[in-house]
């Protein structure tokens, strides 16, 4: 039997996660996968009311969950082939995980608690997105720094317009 391929970060790189993580990571979205698609499932479909199958609420929170259920899937799958299943396998410090884990908690519900509702949605979405992508970027290095806080910016404000726009002009929905 081979030894999992172990990977090593360059000069400035984090470690990638371990394999064990992954798989307990991966089991616990594809069943936060199956849970929204069968949520969505038992959501009305308003065919008694002339709807059509395509005018059901529970679709676009199906196809979420589908997704999430999809590459948690595909997660999983990589975890096993890196050796994640294997009882002894090697562990990783945490390396602030668990700062990392909290800064985008609050990130979220600045977005959701704050922004949403008193400031224009794309411009929260846009604001959300900079702000998430330049805190994460930020420890990149001094010399690329203007340039990922100038990407996140146009991928911000790229967002910000593009999720506007799906939802008003395709899903035909106001946002707040």
């Known amino acids: 039997m081979s030894t999992p391929d172990v990977v090593t970060p360059?000069?400035?790189?984090?470690?990638?996660?371990?394999?064990?993580?992954?798989?307990?990571?991966?089991?616990?979205?594809?069943?936060?996968?199956?849970a929204i698609m069968a949520q969505a499932w038992s959501m009305p479909r308003f065919v008694e009311q002339s709807g059509t199958g395509l005018t059901a609420p529970g679709i676009v929170p199906g196809f979420y969950g589908a997704m999430i259920a999809l590459l948690a899937g595909v997660l999983g799958l990589r975890a096993v082939r890196r050796?994640?299943?294997?009882?002894?396998?090697?562990?990783?410090?945490?390396?602030?995980?668990g700062r990392?884990?909290?800064t985008a908690a609050v990130l979220g519900v600045v977005y959701a608690g704050v922004l949403v509702g008193r400031v224009p949605f794309w411009l929260a979405s846009a604001l959300f997105v900079f702000a998430f992508t330049t805190v994460f970027e930020w420890d990149q290095g001094p010399e690329r720094r203007v340039r990922r806080v100038v990407e996140a910016a146009l991928v911000g404000l790229g967002t910000g317009l593009a999720v506007t726009l799906v939802f008003e002009k395709l899903f035909l929905l106001r946002l707040p």
């Open 83 to 97: 050796g994640g299943w294997a009882v002894h396998a090697p562990r990783r410090a945490a390396n602030g995980d």
């Open 10 to 34: 360059l000069d400035g790189e984090k470690a990638p996660a371990s394999p064990r993580a992954d798989l307990v990571t991966a089991a616990v979205l594809f069943a936060l996968g199956i």
């Open 100 to 102: 990392q884990l909290l």
